[in-house]
């Protein structure tokens, strides 16, 4: 099939190549000409294990460009997929001028009397259907263009992102239109995963309730540390037992200091706005952003009630800035939220992190923050070090070593990565989230 990509960005790109991959014939277009330049010279723009591999591979079979041109690019796809950002705007709702700027465009760009299967991949709100439709007329002015349009969702996860593309639990398609539905079903046929075939409203519906969803369960077992702390109970003992239970599942009931992302934080205040939208108080998901923002914020205040609210002779050594594993992503991260919080008391940072240094950078600048070069730096006197990202290499430190390196032996660790009983018996002053301080993880 020839396949139009529209935004070339974590989904976009990795769905581009994968297309590919399969034996499609794609062409990706940005309208950032730095990102399009790089991409074709097999620099990445962005941290995904496998992905630079597989652009060459794909890019070498000729089976894959990238470019800025949109009139080409329209021309080429007969299934054109839009997975340009939906960022929050001012109010928390999705903003959708990216999605409906490529809508326009899409009609502006389509020959007469052609046919394209249009396909949001973008998270958009229930109900943005009708309005990309509207936008694909407009673009097309006076010109009678065939078109129907579908919704996509995706669900791949940042870090995991090729192998989620050819592995996906479901592949969710809407359409009103069966010629839409049985094109893209073809399209996934030979994957091992069930296809979802629905309305366009569910299939947009679906994404925001399954990532809600899942905000809700770290908001839920966040909630739970709470009381782990309160009653000398451990999380990951109550998380354990939880999650054996097949109808909960195991899987996001890790406490910590709250989720973060491009996506939940911004898909959960998405759907609860649509939600007043049609006039529906959701109050359970406005529950579930308050406890997220709590618990960050009660992380932050077990620093202050060790040392004060004036942090300014301090050294605080971090390990993590990627909103979470896998990833060179800081948007909307949590560990960047926190940095800024103990920078602004006064704090003298050094930061690592394995992949999100450079996208760091560009967040806190320089002002009071050094960037090392490995975990191992970053304990060199230090009065306390955080763990903010819950990278695996950060729990298989050699902290028996790293520790005598620190002025005091202090360690906050906001994704439970460590365990206390091991800390203990090194003499360490630990901080976990909702742990018992002699809670043994050995077994
Ligand atoms: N990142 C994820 O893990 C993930 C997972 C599932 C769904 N999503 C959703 O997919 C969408 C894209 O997310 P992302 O993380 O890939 O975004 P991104 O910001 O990484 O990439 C978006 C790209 O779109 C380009 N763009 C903007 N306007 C354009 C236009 N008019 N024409 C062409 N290109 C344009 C930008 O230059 C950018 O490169 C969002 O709706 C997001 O919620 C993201």
Known sequence: MKITIIGTGYVGLVSGAVFADWGHNVVCLDVDKKKVDNINNGIMPIYEEGLEELVKKVSGEKRFIATTDYRSAVEHGELIFICVGTPSNQAGAANLDYVFSASES?????????????????????????????????????????????????????????????????????????????????????????????????????????????????????????????????????????????????????????????????????????????????????????????????????????????????????????????????RKSVAIAVIRVLRGAGANIKLYDPAALENSKKELGDDNIEYMNSSEEVFDKSDSVFILTEWPEFANLDYKDLVEKMNSKVIFDGRNLLDPLEMKKLGVEYYGVGRKEDADDTH
């Not at 996509?152 to 839409?180: M, Q």
């Not at 004060?308 to 050294?315: A, Q, T």
């Open 106 to 330: 899409i009609g502006k760009y389509t020959p007469e009397d052609d046919y394209k299967v249009v396909i949001t991949k973008s998270t958009v709100p229930v109900g943005t259907h009708n309005k990309v439709r509207e936008h694909i007329k407009i673009g097309a002015g006076d010109k009678k263009i065939k078109f129907d349009v579908a919704s996509n969702p995706e669900f791949l996860r940042e870090g995991t992102s090729i192998y989620d593309a050819n592995n996906t639990d479901r592949v969710v398609i809407g359409s009103d239109s069966e010629k839409a539905l049985s094109v893209l079903e073809d399209l996934y046929k030979h994957l091992d995963s069930p296809i979802v075939k629905t309305d366009l409203a569910s299939a947009e519906l679906i994404k925001y309730a399954a990532n809600s969803f899942l905000a809700t369960k770290i908001s839920f077992i966040n909630e739970i540390s709470q009381i782990c702390e309160r009653t000398g109970a451990d999380v990951k003992s109550v998380a354990l037992g939880m999650g054996l239970d097949q109808r909960i599942g195991s899987r996001f009931l890790n406490a910590g200091i709250g989720y973060g992302g491009s996506c939940f934080p911004k898909d959960v205040e998405a759907l609860y706005r649509t939600s007043s939208e049609y006039f529906y108080d959701f109050r359970l998901l406005r529950g579930v952003m308050d406890a997220n923002e709590r618990q960050r914020d009660y992380f932050v205040d077990k620093v202050f009630r060790k040392y004060g609210s004036n942090l300014s002779e301090l050294n605080f050594g971090v390990l993590g800035s990627a909103f979470k594993n896998g990833t060179d992503d800081t």
